[in-house]
């Protein structure tokens, strides 16, 4: 029994060090960016792009969003870095520029290109997430979560172990 016990009370010491090798989500919050989003659509001449140029951040995203036109329209990247596909009346494309996209991109509307119907995307590189103090505090709150809690349910475990053990040895 006393070999139970000590073994109880060797794991119970070993239980803080069980929080911080227990891996840590390191991984930011996702910054939700649903309303960076960039409309482009086709304007009344039915022969132009509107807007015809837009600037985003890497990121962002640029939706190609046009319904009823009088004539099928597309948007092709010069380079195809993105393509809506065939010349539709109805287009619904939306294409998101990443990090490390930064640059210019020009697209056209493949039947209409002749006449001008163009246009450029310009996408500049991502803003540095300012370092306020504020978020800081909250990467370390975050952190001091995740390292203690895992760690409770097993100590807890632990605990009953132990008193189970205690109980046990006074009947003995
Ligand atoms: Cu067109």
């Known amino acids: 029994m006393r070999t139970a016990l000590a073994l109880c009370l060797a794991l ?10 227990t891996p840590v989500d390191d991984a930011p919050p996702l910054q ?10 086709v304007d009344s001449t ?16 640029v939706r190609f969003f046009w319904s009823g ?12 870095v993105f393509d809506s596909g065939e010349p539709e009346r109805n287009v619904d494309y939306a294409f998101t520029f990443e990090i490390g996209m930064n640059g210019t991109y020009d697209f056209v509307c493949e039947p209409h290109a002749a006449f001008g119907m163009v246009g450029q995307i310009i996408v500049n590189p991502a803003p540095m997430p300012p370092p ?6 909250e990467s370390n709150m975050s952190q001091e979560e995740a390292m203690d809690t895992p760690a409770l349910p097993v100590a807890m475990a632990l605990a009953t172990v132990v008193l189970a053990a205690a109980v ?5």
């Open 46 to 61: 039915n022969l132009r792009f509107s807007p015809s140029s837009v600037t985003v951040e890497e990121g962002e995203t």
């Open 69 to 80: 036109q009088a004539l099928p329209h597309n948007a092709v990247e010069a380079n195809g």
């Open 12 to 21: 119970l010491l070993l239980a803080p060090l069980q929080g911080d090798i």
């Open 132 to 137: 306020t103090n504020q978020s800081d505090n």
């Open 32 to 41: 939700e960016q649903s309303s960076n989003e960039t409309i482009i659509t």
């Open 168 to 172: 046990q040895s006074r009947r003995d």
